[in-house]
Structures are given as C-alpha cells and as structure tokens.
C-alpha cells in the first residue's frame, strides 16, 4: 500500500529517461510530475529574493517596515498561487491518465 501523501497514478510498464520525455514530440510521458518538486522549490527561492530585493529596497525605517510587511504578505500569495498552480497541473494530468486507461 502507497504512503498517504503519494499520489495515485498509474504506472508506465517502460520508463523513458527524463531526456528522452522531455523530447517525446508524441507526449506520452509526463514531464511535469518529475520537475513538480523542483520547479516549487526553484519557484520559491526565486520568489524569495524577488521579495527581499524589493523589501530591501526601502531607504528610510518606516518604509523599510511597510515595505517588509506588504513584501511578507506578497510573498505567502505568491507561494500560494504557486502551488496551486502546480498542484492544478497534476490534477490535469491525472484526469488525462484515468481517462486514457477508462478507453483502453
């Protein structure tokens, strides 16, 4: 039996290397669910320094306080846009792959 945070999706019997997918013109491998993690992770860091380069930016003390302040807030909205993004893009794909295996 899976972990209870795996996703259930089935199995492909023949396995192409993430190369060999990403170049798959007949999109039969997907791509996205090996890259989720890392494009989430790549995603938050980047917002991060987005954020403090913008927080950091504020010259006097007060607006370096509201400048930290909206830059925290714009942050979490951010990283939550973006998980649900991403969270979106397997879902797709996981009605792609039930649907394809219901017409076999």
Known sequence: MAEMNEPQFPSV?????FLQALFDFDF????TL????LLYGVLI?????LVLGIAL??????VFIGSLIGAVLAW??????????IE???????VAQ???NLRK
């Open 57 to 62: 930016s504020g010259a006097e003390f007060a």
């Open 13 to 17: 019997l023949v396995r192409k290397s």
């Open 88 to 94: 979106a893009s397997i879902a797709a794909i996981a």
């Open 28 to 31: 039969n491998e997907w791509v």
């Open 34 to 37: 090996r890259i989720a993690g």
């Open 98 to 100: 039930n649907t394809a």
């Open 45 to 49: 860091a980047l917002t991060t320094v």
């Open 76 to 85: 979490f909205l951010l990283v939550i846009l973006f998980r649900l993004a």
